[in-house]
């Protein structure tokens, strides 16, 4: 077991340190990783076999799920995906000492808003390998340390990714040590949890289960979200082939991923057009669909199941449909049932669009488009440390800007309150 508060401590040693990185050095520093990634990608690929054959096992017993295994996998797309991602991120902004605003708030005196880094930030994630790379990525870019902990479903990939990152950082003249750690024990988590003093934020990235045993056992402060529970709903105006096409790969594309629908609402003028279409196109991608009693009553060849729990986050090919009489009990719905990720209406009426964009109270709300494209890397971001379903701090995929917060800096000249206060000086309005 890793000695977790040392390391803690060890990089808010190396958080402040990096208060001084230049853009260049960050930059020099995200480019040897890159090249250090794509010359060592069979190394991390014979890992990964390594790991995935052991996982064959995990899902005969039971200790992990097909949508696990699926996340740990990492296949040539997503090794170049994982590359391509450091090096988009080396030509990002630097999200670091930027002014927001500055004014002089007395003569003599100015104040300003400044983006700074949030310090040592923990991430805990299940699977998912290339998340080293990325919140490694985003980290150096905003001058923050990280600590990751994966799964043991992982460790081999796991490792491999983190020692080719930390070699090739520590050959970058200037850049500090101990800015990327690994820690892998359960034991290790519990440790990291109870390292309030030196670690600012906890990310978690996983199951329900892990989010919020996170959330119920720390003091520091955690940004993400416990559901994936996503909504389409195809409104009385939706174009029929644009919504079925938009379904499928919002169901399909990667069904485990917890920006992939669970729930489609349909409005019940456009029921009897669409959902023919849809359960047999449905059907020919292998998805099971569970509905009402009467949905099933009348597609009793495409609806498996009837729905007792519209909370539901399946994770694989299944989907719940839901008749509605209209927009406002769409809407309605997904605030009461979901998880505030990411929910989209399918319409060809603006003011409806615009309806639902404003009042459903999500991270990301959509019109016309797959909820598959809630994810960091596809809005420019580079990469993401996760989605935050928070109203606070931040919100939906979480990139560079995520990863900083901001200071007030105020600069004057000797100057005492009691001289306002006395009414001998005035602030300026």
Known sequence: MANVIEIAKKAKEASIFALQLSTEIKNKALNAVS???ESNKEK???????????????????????????RLKLDENKLRDMIQGVKDIALLDDPVNKIFWEKDIADGITLKKVSCPIGVIGVIFEARPDVISQISSLAIKSSNAVILKGGSEAVKTNTAIFEIITEALNSVDGFPKNMVNLIFSREDVREMLDADSYINLIIPRGSNSLVKFIKSNTKIPVLGHADGICHIYVDEFADIDKAVNVIVDAKCQYPSACNAVETILVHESIKTKLLPVLFKTLKDNNVSINSEEEIKNSYPSFVSDVVSEWRKEYGEKILSVKIVSSIDEAISHINTYGSGHTDCIITENDENAEKFMMFVDSAGVYKNISTRFADGFRYGFGAEVGISTNKTHARGP??????TIYKYKLYGSGDIVNDFTSGKRKFLK
Do not use: R, S, W
């Not at 690929?45 to 295994?69: C, P, R, S």
């Not at 979480?398 to 990863?403: A, I, P, S, T």
């Open 35 to 37: 090249l250090a990634l």
């Open 44 to 70: 991390i690929i014979q890992a990964n076999i390594a790991d995935l054959q052991n996982a064959e096992e995990l899902i005969k017993t039971g200790e992990i799920t097909q949508a696990v295994y699926n």
């Open 398 to 403: 979480v990139g560079l800007e995520g990863l």
